[in-house]
């Protein structure tokens, strides 16, 4: 830690002597430097970080204008450092630790009696969230408060900061947010009815539907991903239009089968999987289609740098389900 010390003291000297302030106080564009390195790409660096690439590429030029010399070349085939490079690379990461092991210390001391608002959009909050909440509580060491509601208003909760973290499936991007993506979740054919595992488009015509309504995010993801294989969704016989998705699975779970014609949805499978198992619904996938949709991890970019929300964050990614 002293040899560290010694090496930061001396560059900060030589630093302030040539341009007047010591730029590792700005940590920022340290962190870019290491995510660049971690990431290998200018450009999965600036989805990291949730900035732009060219903001990546201004921060990178500037730490080495700052230290003047190059530190990292681009290749075709990813990011190299150079020898100064590596060596600043070993004194970042030093740097990155000691600042981290630093937070947590102090936020044991500020957040012993903390409550962590957490927000969620519907298919998340009530499908997927359960299945480790308590985890994240053990995870975090403080109490985790759910909140779920459209991913609009979970939105508009983060601005206010009424929530400190969203986990959403049709976001709203706002300036200010940091969106990160988080997982794949899948949409299939739902029906109370058993189905072939595979059901081609020309088949979809003959079922009875029912369908979220016309302003629904995740309608429009439906509506084009039929459109590439050449189906026309508003040609479908409706049975019904719902405004959410759990009113579209109890619709499908009290459907009466009326002439051998399923009636069928387009639903989360996050949202079935237990109604699968006891039989209750059944489902499958269109020949040729897999539609999916980014679910996403959504913070308030000036707690970019709050250790406590890193250590949730990165618990959350882990617990990946697909």
Not at 151 to 160: A, G, H, I, Q, V
Not at 178 to 194: A, F, G, H, N
Not at 204 to 227: G, M, P
Not at 283 to 291: D, E, F, S, T
């Amino acid at each position: 830690m002293q040899y560290l010390l010694v090496i930061i003291i001396n560059l900060s000297y030589n630093i302030q002597k040539k341009k007047g302030y010591f730029m590792l106080r700005d940590f920022n564009k340290i962190e870019t430097f290491l995510t660049v390195i971690k990431e290998k790409s200018f450009s999965k660096a600036s989805k990291k970080l949730g900035i732009s690439q060219p903001a990546v590429t201004q921060q990178m030029k500037l730490l080495e204008e700052y230290l003047d010399t190059k530190i990292v070349d681009r290749k075709k085939n990813g990011i190299k450092l150079t020898k100064v490079g590596e060596q600043f690379y070993k004194i970042a990461v030093k740097l990155e630790k000691s600042i981290s092991n630093a937070e947590k210390e102090v936020i044991k001391i500020i957040n012993k009696e903390l409550i962590f608002m957490l927000g969620s959009s519907f298919v998340i909050g009530n499908y997927i969230l359960p299945d480790f909440l308590t985890e994240i509580q053990d995870a975090i060491k403080n109490d985790v408060i759910i909140k779920v509601d459209e991913s609009s208003k979970m939105t508009e909760e983060l601005l206010d900061k009424k929530i400190d973290l969203a986990l959403l499936e049709s976001p709203v991007f706002q300036d200010g947010i940091i969106y990160r993506e988080w997982m794949d979740d899948e949409l299939v054919l739902v029906s109370k009815t058993p189905l072939p595992k595979v059901v081609r488009p020309e088949d979809l015509n003959s079922f009875k539907w029912v369908c979220r309504e016309e302003e629904s995010h995740t309608r429009q993801i439906i509506k084009a991903e039929f459109e590439k294989a050449g189906v026309d969704c508003d040609s479908f016989k409706m049975r019904s239009v719902v405004t959410s998705s759990t009113a579209a699975k109890q619709t499908i779970l009290k459907s009466s089968v009326i002439d051998d014609i399923p009636t069928v949805s387009i639903i989360s499978k996050h949202m079935i999987d237990d109604n699968i198992e006891t039989g209750e619904l059944f489902y499958a996938r269109v020949r040729g289609l897999k539609i999916t949709r980014k679910l996403y991890i959504a913070y308030l970019r000036d707690r970019k740098q709050d250790a406590f929300m890193d250590s949730v964050i990165n618990y959350i990614v882990s617990k990946r389900k697909v």
